[in-house]
């Protein structure tokens, strides 16, 4: 009842007048796509709208059972979200205006996207160059893409102090058969081996309608007791992220984050392939994923991780980092003023 009063008080004032750039954020830790061009945006005093009850963002309203309405009553120019699928459900853009998609993962759209996810965008700010090229082979040449890069990766590098020696960060996606599926002891071995070890689950784990296994994998992991070992279950946190000296993980869109973001390598262990669109290989391009994995770490199998994280930590991956880094991602380090630049042209127009 009382989100609900919430609710109908934030309603009034969402729909009380236009306004020239609305930003949507689904839960509290997309702030950390959306928050740099909020603050690049704030002169233009952006309607800040979230569906997370306890979202923390300054000044954010809070709209959940009543936003498909409210979106289709919304008077505004610009729509910036992270949320895939709009137009295909419940949630419709507001009538006549630009609708923006920021990527919140460097990840491709080719397999770990439903078909048709992203139809109805106006506008990609797209963090590199195989986001230009799979979203004109799926969507033609209809929707504007903006070469501006990727502020999450951005804050992560600049708030990056190093690493804590011999830590393990364990980072799956939550698709079937991911690495907790797949290797049960792997936190067992690596703290045997005399690492610290940490298990950020991605936040999909904790929502079994999403994925049934999940919460019953979360208190698996919360059942070792060691004193180098946590669960990492902040997931507005970055802090697991600067404490690993290196990631073991699957298909999950962390692991590029990490390795461009902190110059840390990464140990992919090869589970089955999260795959939501089952004709992602029809497309004439080369996934992402698979691409990168040669360029930010290596693969192996199961029962070679605790060798293989010893063999990364041998190495000085710093500077094939940065390479990989200047040809993998537009604009470093300066990619939320760029995203604001194209939302400001937009509102030119």
Not at 104 to 130: E, K, Q, V, W
Request: with cysteine.
């Amino acid at each position: 009842m009382r989100h609900f009063l919430r609710e109908s008080q934030d309603l009034q004032t969402v729909l009380a007048r236009p306004w020239r750039v609305v930003i949507y954020s689904e839960d509290a830790y997309s702030w950390l796509v959306l928050g740099d061009y909020a603050r690049e945006l704030a002169d233009l005093e952006p309607l800040c709208l979230t569906s997370d009850p306890h979202d923390p963002w300054p000044g954010a309203l809070y709209l959940r059972r009543l936003l498909p309405g409210a979106l289709q009553r919304l008077r505004c120019d610009v729509l910036l979200m992270t949320m895939p699928e709009l137009g295909k459900y419940h949630l419709k853009a507001p009538p006549g205006c630009r609708t923006f998609y920021a990527f919140h993962s460097l990840n491709s759209i080719m397999a770990s996207y439903r078909p048709h996810s992203f139809d109805h965008y106006t506008d990609f700010l797209c963090a590199g160059p195989h986001h230009v090229s799979e979203l004109r082979a799926t969507l033609g040449d209809g929707p504007r893409l903006h070469q501006t890069g990727y502020p999450k990766l951005d804050g992560l590098a600049r708030r990056h102090a190093g690493a804590r020696e011999r830590t393990v960060l364990l980072a799956p996606s939550w698709h079937p058969g991911n690495l907790f599926e797949a290797c049960p002891s792997l936190a067992t071995a690596l703290l045997e081996a005399g690492y610290r070890v940490v298990a950020r689950p991605h936040p999909c784990f904790l929502n079994a309608r999403l994925y049934p296994k999940g919460p019953a994998l979360v208190k698996s992991l919360q059942a070792l007791k060691h004193e180098r070992f946590r669960v990492d279950l902040d997931f507005a946190s970055e802090q697991s992220f600067h404490e690993a000296a290196v990631m073991v993980s699957d298909w999950s869109g962390a692991a590029p984050e990490f390795a461009l973001g902190t110059l840390r390598p990464v140990l992919f262990v090869p589970t089955p392939r999260k795959v939501f669109n089952p004709d992602w290989q029809k497309l004439p391009l080369e996934c992402f994923e698979d691409v990168i994995r040669g360029q930010i770490g290596e693969i192996v199998a199961p029962g070679d991780v605790v060798a293989g994280v010893e063999r990364l930590l041998a190495r000085d991956w710093r500077e094939r980092l940065q390479n990989a880094r200047s040809k993998l991602v537009y604009r470093f380090g300066e990619s939320a003023p760029a995203g604001a630049e194209a939302i400001r042209g937009a509102l030119s127009l």
